[in-house]
């Protein structure tokens, strides 16, 4: 699988969310010099996509080319790999440090192997980003629904996000839109979430300590984007 590289309402066509879904899956990735290469080819296949993807992935397009590139990496690095609310390693949020995520990152392989695709070294299988690219470009279905069984981890994700007014919310939306709404289930699931944090029992470890996962206002509640083009 190369790194980062069903209809609906408020998303499009099939082939408009794949096209969605494969860049918000690049532009997920570490900001590089291949990335800034490839902004005016996004921009072109982003624009004639539907309000509810171009309007957000466009805002962060924007971000991109009017941010220095060393800026874009450290931020990502503060924002993504410094802080579990942020993680965008969805089994976390459904497992933790516990055993059965590590079955659940098999499965992930596993089905990424039957559609042919397979990650390079290093590369862990349920990455947002990754998943996203299986979605766009290998099992549509199969994809969707993992990204379904791991919507209260993406909702709490953008809202961690939000909370930060990173200008990633806008990614967050665009990938949230090519979903169905989010359910009654899932918003109970990002509360229970938000106030106990992912299972940690089989290691005997609270990586938290007495702070929940996320504060008492990361509720379920429409997106809205970041008012600030940068992360605090």
């Known amino acids: 699988m190369s ?3 069903p209809h609906r309402e408020a998303g499009g066509a099939p082939a408009e ?3 969605a879904r494969q860049v918000a899956s690049l532009l997920l990735g570490y900001p590089d010099e291949l990335l800034v290469g490839r902004l005016p080819l996004l921009r072109a296949v982003t624009a004639p996509l539907p309000t509810a993807l171009a309007g957000p992935l466009g805002r962060f397009i924007d971000h991109l080319e009017t941010t220095p590139l ?7 690095v503060e924002t993504f790999d410094l802080r579990r609310r942020c993680s965008l390693y969805l089994t976390y949020y459904a497992y933790g440090d516990t055993r059965k995520r590590g079955m659940a990152l098999l499965q992930f392989k596993h089905l990424y192997g039957r559609a042919g695709m397979h990650l390079i070294d290093g590369e862990l299988p349920d990455h947002l ?6 979605t766009a470009t290998g099992d549509a279905a199969r ?5 379904t069984a791991h919507r209260a981890g993406l909702e709490l994700i953008r809202l961690a996000l939000q909370d930060r007014r990173s200008p990633w919310t806008w990614v967050l939306e665009a990938v949230s839109a090519t979903l169905a709404p989010v359910a009654a289930a899932d918003r109970e699931a990002v509360l229970r979430l938000a106030q106990q944090g992912p299972p940690t029992e089989e290691v005997g470890l609270d990586p938290y300590g007495a702070t929940p996962f996320a504060p008492p206002e990361y509720m379920p ?3 809205s984007g970041p008012s600030a083009g940068a992360a605090r």
């Open 3 to 5: 790194p980062r590289i």
């Open 17 to 19: 969310l794949a096209t």
């Open 70 to 76: 060393s800026d874009l990496q450290a931020a990502y």
């Open 129 to 134: 980003a990754v998943v996203l690219e299986f």
């Open 143 to 147: 994809g969707e629904r993992l990204l």
């Open 221 to 223: 509640h429409p997106a």
